[in-house]
């Protein structure tokens, strides 16, 4: 497997906290992200942030681009983003950042925002991508972005392959509800769970000042975790029932043996959000999904190197995935 975790950092608690705080991430350099904004079928927006490649081994529009999905209240800022924007860079790949509804810096115009299945939203951004894009084309998720990914790779099945190469999840929590359960007790709830809803409620309240009534601001202002906030806006505003309904019809655990296009879903072992025993294994998936799982890295961590480390080890391996794709393609046309 790729990762050993290192010794001055055991435990899936540090080896999250630590990545998404304090590890260096040793860019060459950091990345210059382009934005644009583009019209939603809806008429709302989501905003993309694209890096070019660090050298112009292939004409524009030809390089393979990687496309990342980032996870609940992230953006092309986070670690893991800038992280994947540099190992691209330096592969000569292009990346861009679709920001997810709410989590570009501005609030969206529709009521909608996002969920963990929202393969819809991926849908469209993934053809958008698509339709200006000649060269191969990568598609990464992280955490909720990994399971949306996963469950619009399901529902795509052999139609997939014509707008994406390849697609990997990265420490997605492909079973919702034992996730959910997870980040809301103990440790997980002190700490995650507090500082999620730091950030989302806020949002919630901002979105029911632009559409007043859509939904309770005093079951907003009580919810104390994810099931909670979930109940009172997520699943209302998506179309679900209630959190039962969400968690349940969202998974894409269920759906992993419809998948036919090449995929890659890495979940460490010790991810204090996912249990192990709800990850999936060989006989939930089909033939062309590969299962990664390392006994250690925590929650999109994976932090490597002698102290004070830095989070390059996890993208490397997935574009490494990637690449070996390319290369047996490559070989295959001969």
């Known amino acids: 497997m790729f990762y050993d975790a290192p010794w001055w950092l055991p435990g899936g608690n540090l080896q999250t906290i630590y990545a998404a705080l304090r590890s260096q991430r040793y860019l060459a350099e950091a990345p210059s992200f382009r934005r644009e904004r583009w019209t939603a079928p809806d008429d709302d927006f989501v905003d993309v942030d694209f890096a070019r490649p660090a050298t112009a081994g292939a004409a524009a529009g030809q390089e393979p681009l990687l496309v990342l999905f980032h996870g609940l209240e992230g953006s092309s800022a986070s670690h893991y983003a800038e992280a994947f924007a540099d190992v691209a860079r330096e592969r000569g790949w292009a990346c861009a950042v679709p920001h997810f509804r709410g989590c570009s810096g501005e609030l969206n115009r529709a009521p909608r925002a996002y969920h963990s299945g929202d393969f819809e939203e991926i849908d469209w951004i993934l053809r958008h991508f698509r339709a200006g894009h000649a060269g191969p084309l990568f598609a990464v998720g992280i955490s909720l972005g990994g399971n949306a990914l996963l469950r619009w790779a399901a529902e795509m099945e052999t139609s997939a392959g ?3 190469n390849a697609v990997a999840s990265v ?9 959910g359960h997870a980040i809301g007790r103990g440790f997980n709830r002190l700490v995650y769970t507090r500082m999620f809803l730091n950030s989302m409620v806020p949002k919630a309240l901002k979105k029911l000042e632009q559409h007043p009534g859509l939904f309770s601001a005093d079951a907003l202002l009580a919810a104390r975790d994810l099931y909670a906030f979930d109940n009172v806006v997520t ?8 959190t039962e309904d969400y968690w349940t019809r969202a998974s894409a655990k269920p759906h992993l043996r419809r998948i036919v296009v090449p995929t890659l879903a890495l979940n460490a072992l010790n991810d204090p959000f996912i249990p192990a025993g709800s990850l999936p294994q060989a ?8 299962l990664w799982q390392p006994r250690e890295g925590g929650h999109v961590g994976f932090p490597s190197a002698p102290f004070p480390g830095h989070v390059r080890a996890m993208p490397e391996a997935v574009c490494g995935f990637f690449s070996a794709l390319l290369g047996a393609t490559a070989s295959g046309a001969k």
Do not use: I, M, W
């Open 162 to 164: 014509r707008v994406v």
């Open 171 to 179: 420490c997605s929590p492909l079973d919702l509800a034992a996730s």
């Open 235 to 242: 699943a209302p505003l998506h179309g679900f029932k209630n």
């Open 283 to 290: 006989g939930d998936v089909s033939a062309a999904v590969t």
